[in-house]
């Protein structure tokens, strides 16, 4: 099987010291590619170092081999507060090293006390930029479903489409969503009793729109459906991105598809937005 993980963290600071063994892991697991999504200037150094450690991955002891990664650079609207007065040129020159993906971006009302002034500006800026060399782009919205439409209607997109990462929006968005060129992706974190609503949602994304992801380290499953396990160094449970195919499971299971059929799906789903866009130069 060849999971594809449409959305993670692994450079996130609490999977230091991890980061070998959960790629060991994952290659056994059946992971064959992952978007791994940058959040602010601080952690795009490490994004690009993980690219080339895995490209140049050729001895067989190294542990990702076997698993493309995809890093996309981009500022979190979390993490606006950080940006420095160069961040776009910044962000431009990780593009120019890889001219892979753009993400994570977005725009959140939800989270308590994050200004939500600057954040369509700084959207825009990083849309334009995906447009601009037709590089796909995660979005992450949270309660500003129908300003991101406007926005995604009235600015330039990605040819190849983008992902709406963790899509929690209401299922009525999704066909104008879909025509705007929009993947939608499922975490493990929906496959939790009380978030019927949003599974539910997933019945109405077309099926060629499709896309699966772990958030890892964040969004875990429910303690019954996960099968890796895994601790931060703060003793808090962390979500490991081997759990993949227990999403893939989880969904399979409640869509009531065959698994082999959702998974080819998927994976040429991941392809044709993903793919080619993550060329390293030498
Ligand atoms: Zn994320």
Redesign the pocket.
């Given at each position: 099987m060849n999971y594809c993980d449409a959305?993670?963290?692994l450079q996130d600071d609490r999977l230091d010291g991890h980061l070998d063994d959960l790629l060991t892991t994952c290659a056994r697991a059946g992971i064959a590619r992952m978007v791994v999504?940058g959040?602010c200037e601080a952690d795009w150094p490490q994004l690009l170092a993980l690219a080339r450690h895995a490209a140049s991955a050729e001895d067989p002891a190294v542990p990702a081999r076997g698993i493309q990664i995809i890093p996309s650079f981009g500022y979190?609207p979390w993490y606006l507060a950080r940006r420095t007065p160069e961040w776009l040129e910044h962000l431009e020159h990780y593009l120019t090293e890889i001219p892979s993906a753009v993400g994570?971006i977005g725009l959140d009302r939800w989270k308590p006390d994050l200004p939500y002034a600057g954040q369509e500006a700084a959207f825009v800026a990083q849309l334009r930029l995906a447009a601009d060399r037709n590089l796909p782009v995660s979005i992450?919205c949270l309660q500003a479903w129908g300003r991101l439409l406007e926005l995604l209607r009235s600015h330039p997109r990605p040819e190849r489409g983008f992902l709406l990462?963790?899509f929690g929006g209401p299922a009525e968005l999704i066909p104008a969503l879909a025509r705007l060129g929009a993947y939608f992706s499922f975490p493990g974190y929906f496959l939790h009793a009380r978030k019927e609503r949003q599974r539910e949602t997933f019945k109405a994304v077309p099926s060629d729109r499709l896309l699966i992801e772990t958030?890892a380290p964040?969004q875990s499953l429910p303690p019954e459906n996960i099968r890796y396990p895994l601790t931060g160094r703060d003793g808090k449970p962390l979500n490991h991105p081997a759990n993949l195919e227990a999403v893939y499971a989880g969904l399979a299971k409640y869509l009531g598809e065959d698994l082999n059929t959702l998974a080819a799906k998927v994976e040429n789903n991941f392809q044709r937005v993903f793919a080619e866009g993550h060329l390293l130069k030498n």
């Open positions: 959305h993670n963290h999504n959040t979190h994570e992450h990462h963790s958030d964040d």
